[in-house]
């Protein structure tokens, strides 16, 4: 070990020995939330502006698909490396970095003049978002002691949940008060005020330092991004066409070779070692098949609201309120409550709820279907998504040392949006496939099997949930396993 590393861990051990001055909860709630609702926001501000972007731009149905993707990919793509980076470097160090290019990116996006410089703007606003969302959820849980946990990850999730409500009304009210560049523009302030507040309130911690697998993100990043791009070009190019059927296969063997690769590595990016853990891993296939079902389901039924039916942006968003809604309300309560019923019922009861609402609104999709046949599915699809949110936090991290936490939390960050990528792109290539188009007369029909495919997904998913374990799984209080090396959390005042 050189001199400089020397110093460097000793450095570490002294501060995370060093007794730390207690920070108000909420103040530690409000630093690590903050940049997570403007990530969480602006994802589904950008779903809310599709048909307008579609009309002022005149983007592609393709295009559209790559404004929502090349976020969601670069943010998968580069989630790994960065919960890496934040653990060498310094968790608040990294995070503050994410809060910044996410800011660079929403200034670049609001400047855009066509799709492709949108579409680049999306990936840099991606790159930021890795560094925030599974930061977040770790700087959140080393700040916060272990008795309070539950509590600060059910609000945590509420303020994802909060996102998820207000980002489509938010959208909607500025595009129609003004364009759809502000709805990257009110991105910049916020930033501005997320990094102070980060800087003066959660502490720089550290995981274990170790190098960075840099083969190991360029093999996962192109792979999932081979597949991604042959899945989004199958309907134009054709499903049995040379082109599309070795992209395909490049991006399986390549993410047969990534985990080859972890599996190998002394410093992987995502340790397999974690998938022993039955709660994390049934948690992680979980999430990947929610955001899957979901999330692809909200594309498709966002744009139905404004192409078939005609509502503006606002209007389409004030009609989603009753889905939205929900989860900003039922996640808190779902997090308060899950160490005394467990993270398997409320997870279950989720994706059963969410499932079936999909499937409703699908069998309801019609052009003369009226509003108020969609209340209620919204309202039980907004209570699914309210219960999967904090619920599946706390089982991701229910067995793991805080040593873990960021790790654990990028894998999950990576396979949930890997699972908004895909669910994008096959529901939209289902759409495509049966003849769908961005008018009136040629949605509803093909829209319907895309929905149909997202409520199938989520019930099976409801299927996998049922193998978590009984209780909470494991230790609800997320104290360390057993030989877990763990830094010293930071006591939080009430």
């Not at 002022?56 to 790559?66: D, F, K, N, V």
């Not at 390549?254 to 590595?265: C, D, G, M």
């Amino acid at each position: 070990m050189t001199e400089s590393s020397s110093l460097t861990t000793a450095r570490r051990e002294r501060s995370a020995l060093r007794p730390r001055r207690p920070r108000p909860v909420a103040l530690v709630i409000a630093a690590a939330s903050l940049p997570m609702f403007m990530a969480t926001l602006d994802n589904l501000v950008m779903t809310n502006a599709l048909p307008v972007l579609h009309r002022e731009m005149g983007a592609t149905i393709e295009q559209l698909q790559w404004f929502v993707n090349a976020y969601t990919l670069a943010f998968a793509g580069a989630i790994l490396v960065a919960s890496a980076l934040g653990d060498r470097f310094g968790r608040r160090t990294v995070f503050v970095l994410g809060i910044a290019l996410f800011g660079a990116g929403s200034l670049l996006a609001a400047l855009s003049a066509d799709p492709g410089q949108l579409i680049a703007a999306r990936a840099v606003q991606g790159l930021g978002a890795a560094a925030v969302m599974p930061l977040s959820l770790a700087l959140l849980t080393g700040a916060v002691p272990a008795a309070r946990r539950p509590l600060a990850i059910g609000i945590w999730g509420g303020v994802s949940g909060l996102g998820v409500a207000v980002g489509p009304l938010i959208g909607g009210a500025i595009m129609e008060g003004w364009n759809w560049q502000a709805i990257f523009w009110i991105n910049v302030p916020v930033a501005v005020i997320a990094i102070p507040l980060a800087v003066l309130v959660l502490a720089n911690d550290f995981g274990a330092r170790m190098r960075i697998d840099v083969p190991g993100a360029v093999l996962a990043a192109a792979g999932v991004l081979a597949l991604v791009h042959a899945i989004v070009r199958g309907n134009d190019d054709g499903w049995d066409s040379v082109g599309v059927i070795a992209e395909l296969a490049l991006g399986g063997v390549l993410v047969i070779v990534f985990l080859l690769w972890q599996w190998r590595s002394s410093a992987p990016l995502m340790p397999l070692r974690l998938f022993r853990d039955r709660s994390f891993s049934i948690t992680n296939v979980v999430g990947f098949a929610f955001s899957f079902g979901t999330f692809g389901s909200v594309f498709i039924l966002i744009q139905f609201l404004q192409v078939v039916k005609g509502a503006t942006p606002l209007e389409a968003a004030v009609q989603t309120m009753p889905w939205t809604l929900a989860p900003m309300v039922v996640a808190p309560i779902a997090g308060i409550v899950a160490p005394r019923v467990g993270t398997r019922v409320l997870l279950v009861g989720g994706l059963l709820l969410q499932g079936v609402a999909l499937g409703w609104l699908a069998a309801l999709l019609s052009v003369d279907v009226p509003y108020a046949a969609l209340v209620t599915p919204f309202i039980l699809a907004g209570v699914g998504m309210g219960l999967v949110f904090a619920p599946s936090a706390t089982a991701l991290l229910a067995t793991l040392g805080l040593v873990d936490h960021a790790k654990a939390s990028g894998v999950n960050s990576t396979l949930r949006e890997l699972g908004v990528a895909l669910g994008t792109a096959v529901m939209t290539a289902v759409f495509v496939g049966a003849g769908g188009q961005l008018l009136p007369d040629h949605y509803v029909d093909a829209a319907r099997p895309a929905v149909f495919t997202g409520a199938a997904v989520l019930l099976v998913a409801t299927l996998i949930a049922l193998r978590l374990p009984a209780g909470t799984g494991g230790h609800t209080d997320g104290e360390p396993v057993a030989g877990a090396t763990t830094a010293a959390p930071e006591p939080v005042s009430a």
